[in-house]
């Protein structure tokens, strides 16, 4: 009963704060306008700066598959619509801190943990779903402009499953923020700084099989046949990296004066 | 139902509570009274789970503070001075979200019961975020009501109240208390505590200088004066030399037709002095010893506190 409450309350908040509409307009935006950038925007534009070039040269620079657009358009959504996303929903957590809007669920008895849990499993179903139709959206649009290079949608449609897990560790990263920072706007920075550095450590130490950023290296792999053992060692890693935020947010909030903002 | 012994709380250098004791019996209204800063939200804070103490215990509705997890298990009903609800909820929503612990129907018709009592049922559709603060504070009094606590934390109550909203609000602590539910009150409008508190506490500057069942903080603090009412026109020089004649007045200060008598003991010189005037012939229309306010006692207290 208590968790069917916070998970309605959390779905209000998203709608009526227009939290996912942002949400799919940053994802959807790169997995619509990719395509059309690459098929119609970018020859124009090449041909207008460049009026000389040869015909074949500009076909050879123009050149793109429908894979290159997927892989792009998995690059935005990392990159772009992630910063987008952590700074629309920075206050899912800081927010209700630093307004104190928790004193009375919590006084009327929800805990902690299904504060959490709710806001984990709302937003992290958003996101998922978000980059899952994002990426199918874009695979169907790009084959239709550019041919359908991929055998199936079932490599697009891992790639926007794996996408979405990863920002779902963006999610539980930005409650566990917004717990210890209590204000938004540093909330999403410091998401944004372990968002962005897990991929980064990954890429330097060579160690993504063992962090959440292999799910971003697998899902660029648009893999006919993916590395089933290097997807389980990341997703193991991040299951484990949420649950750990999680309990690790709802500490703080115990230890937390909420009466002082 | 509350008991606190050396509770304190620092943050930081500042000592905002110091070694305070309260005791709150079951069934009766506490006044917390305090001046601005002197420590009543510390204190309610503390005592509703929502803050820990520096130092001290407490045993709240039966449950040790120091090991509950949730301020949810103490299962007390608290209004805070400035209550935030989420501005994009409606006002029947809000309390469809907070009072969940009943069941679909039951929540149904205690959200219609707790809207109509708290005035609001024309508004219960509207967002919160477009309340002003006198409706925020009435939503706030019903979710503190709405699961029917045993023990309620109303912290400044009537603050954003107009004068019939605030009447309303000491009608439902009256009832509260003839249901037998006990009433922790912090407030600065002394007239009301004095309307339905039955026992004080005064904090100042995180210390509490007094703690007593009203009744006996007012008999104890009876003023030694008298007031006497007799037609301006027979009051004169001789009758007020004659008055100070009198075995153990100490003073005499006329005002209109009152006669004010300072006496040494107000027992045995009201009698000596009840009997002067019955003796002699002058219309007297009044006889009364002054009774001292809450407020007298308040600002006594505060000042020698201060002093």
Avoid at chain 1, 112 to 133: N, Q
Avoid at chain 2, 33 to 56: D, V
């Amino acid at each position: 009963m208590e968790i069917k409450t916070l998970l309605k309350k959390e779905l209000l908040d998203g709608v009526r704060n227009y939290r996912f509409i942002i949400i799919f307009a940053a994802v959807f935006f790169f997995a619509i306008l990719d395509p059309v950038l690459n098929k119609l925007v970018l020859p124009e534009v090449l041909r207008s700066q460049f009026p000389d070039m040869p015909e074949a040269l500009m076909n050879e620079m123009l050149f793109t598959t429908q894979v290159a657009n997927i892989r792009g358009f998995l690059g935005n959504v990392y990159q772009l619509s992630s910063l987008i996303i952590a700074f629309s929903i920075s206050g899912i957590m800081a927010q209700e801190i630093s307004e104190k809007t928790l004193i009375f669920p919590v006084c009327t008895g929800k805990s902690f943990a299904s504060i959490v849990a709710a806001k984990l499993f709302v937003y992290g179903s958003c996101v998922i779903t978000a980059t899952t139709l994002g990426a199918m959206i874009n695979y169907f649009y790009a084959g239709v402009l550019f041919e359908f290079g991929l055998p199936s949608a079932i490599p697009a449609l891992r790639a926007g499953l794996l996408n979405g897990t990863y920002m779902i560790y963006m999610v539980a990263i930005l409650i566990f923020m917004g717990a210890l920072a209590r204000k938004a706007i540093p909330a999403g920075l410091l998401t944004l700084l372990l968002y962005y550095g897990t991929r980064l450590i990954g890429d330097l130490f060579n160690i993504h099989n063992y962090l959440p950023s292999g799910l971003l290296i697998e899902a660029e792999l648009l893999a006919a046949a993916p590395s089933l053992s290097f997807i389980a060692g990341s997703l193991a890693t991040t299951v484990a990296l949420i649950i750990i935020l999680s309990s690790l947010t709802v500490v703080r909030l115990s230890s937390l004066e909420l009466t002082r903002g | 139902m509350i008991t606190a012994k050396g509770l304190s709380k620092s943050f930081g250098d500042f000592v905002a509570l110091d070694d305070i004791d309260l005791q709150v019996e079951s069934g009766e209204v506490y006044g917390f009274l305090g001046q601005n800063g002197a420590g009543k939200s510390t204190t309610m804070n503390i005592l509703t789970g929502l803050s820990k103490p520096t130092r001290g215990s407490c045993i709240v509705n039966g449950f040790k503070l120091a090991k509950i997890s949730n301020p949810g298990e103490l299962q007390i009903g608290y209004l805070p001075e400035s209550p935030s609800f989420y501005p994009w909820m409606t006002g029947k929503e809000t309390l469809e979200f907070l009072g969940s612990r009943w069941s679909k129907g039951s929540l149904r018709k205690r959200v219609q019961e707790m809207l109509g009592w708290v005035s609001l049922t024309d508004s219960a559709k509207r967002r919160v975020g477009g309340y002003s603060r006198g409706m925020k504070q009435r939503l706030g009094m019903a979710v503190a009501l709405f699961y029917d606590a045993d023990l309620i934390f109303l912290d400044e109550p009537s603050s954003a109240l107009d004068p019939e909203g605030r009447s309303d609000v000491l009608k439902l602590i009256l009832d509260l208390k003839e249901r037998g539910k006990t009433v922790f009150l912090s407030t600065h409008i002394l007239s009301d505590a004095e309307r339905v508190c039955d026992r004080v506490g005064i904090i100042s500057r995180g210390k509490m200088i007094m703690e007593k069942p009203l009744a006996t903080m007012i008999s104890e603090n009876v003023k030694s004066l008298y007031d006497v009412v007799i037609p301006g026109n027979e009051i004169n020089d001789e009758l007020i030399n004659k008055i100070k004649a009198l075995p153990g007045i100490l003073n005499v200060e006329t005002a209109g037709d009152t006669i004010s008598v300072s006496v040494d003991l107000p027992e045995r010189e009201g009698r000596r002095l009840l009997k002067f005037f019955a003796e002699s012939e002058l219309n007297v229309l009044s006889f009364c010893m002054r009774r001292a306010t809450l407020e007298d006692i308040y600002l006594k207290e505060v000042a020698v506190d201060g002093d």
